[in-house]
């Protein structure tokens, strides 16, 4: 336990568990089989850089097997530790079982700090740490397939794969062993926003039910809905482009590590991403008012606040003073046990993190799907699709002798390629979870919240799993 009796993101992710199991009606023996992580490897590794050894500290949790491969990310920070990992991994479970995704839960971490190594050297220390996991069959296209998470993204991964298709020489699926792949080395169209579009959705999936958004004393469209954005990477940076710039959201503050951004009039996301790469801070910046690092931006007055960086941001110390309606957990564990009773009680909705940052690895599962199926998603059937529908039309012109919109036209007659595939698969899944929720959350009186019926639902899941094939 730490400061203000917060417990440790793993016990705080058991708390939330236990929370919800206590509502089912499961034998003892399959609640804890689910409860426990089922393996923890740590390695230490050394690798010679810059005339010396030096040793990295990584890992690779199993929290479940119920289906196989167990699917995860691996995160690149100094912070990376068993407690973490173990919490994460569990909540891969959850997550994938909400979303139909065919996978257990696991997840992997580097104690590392990614801006102290140059591109070379991420690359030996990538390779060598990859050379530890698939020896133990913890990277394997079967058994355990990671994917990027904070600190890593499509370049770590491409390592990975590589590495494991040297050490498998054989295995003609081997760029399965690993998602979130550059394009030309496997990857899938869409899986870098995939997390981000994924918190669009779920966003535009909750609006399309009225009494939902009343219970967060919101009401009407996302247009103009005022939204806080912590963290402006790949997720943060994703998801508050596409609300501000398809649906119409107003970003009105955005907390960097280094520096926040005020704008009551809405921060031009595309504007301040360009910003933070050119110059590594929100300094300078003319779109908004900056303000500092440790700013109490979170706490301001909005509609909907994304937390979009790292775990705990939501605690005890603050909860009391978050203003925001609406809380969508971008991040893994943004909101501790804690806090969640403090927001629940002050009637904030909050959409929990194992559905709405699902995306990501729904779009990992079609690109795994990709890989074992050796071809592109639409390759065969899109030209096809716009040959049949050009016939329609131009009979339907023919019939009426009057002609169809060019524009209409054009965007009728365009046959679906991966991208727009991957987009509509990631739609459907994020409807359908959903439904699943809400379903739980409106018809039982004692589920008070989506978190818990979020869990219902997939603790249902895995407990049917595992109690179908025998442990
Ligand atoms: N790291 C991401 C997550 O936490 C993606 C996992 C994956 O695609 O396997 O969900």
Redesign the pocket.
Known sequence: MSRHNEMSFRESTGIMFNRAVKLMDLPPGVVEKIRVCNATYTVRFGVRLRGDIHTFTGYRSVHSEHMEPV???IRYALSVNQDEVEA?AAL?TY?CALVDTPFGGSKGGLRIDPREWDEHEMEQITRRFTYELVKRDLIDPAQN?????LGTGEREMAWISDQYARMNTTDINARACV??KPINAGGIRGRVEA?GRGVQYALREIFRHPEDIRAAGLDGTLDGKRVIVQGLGNVGYHAAKFLSEEDGCRIIGVLEYNGCIRNPDGINIEDLKQHLILHGSPEGFAGGTILPADAPLMEENCDILIPAALEGVINLENADRIAARMIVEAA?GPVTSGADRILQKKGVVVIPDMYA??G??TV?YFEWVKNLSHIRFGRLQRRQEEESHRILIEEMERMTGQAFDQDFKRRYIQGAGELELVRSGLDDTMRGAYQDMREVWHARDDVGDLRTAAYLVSIGKVAASYQAKGI
Request: aromatic letters at 0%; charged letters at 15%; proline letters at 10%.
């Open positions: 699917k995860g990310g994460l891969m997550k397939v990671p994917a990027p998470d998602t979130g997390t893994n940052n699902a990501g690895v990992s």
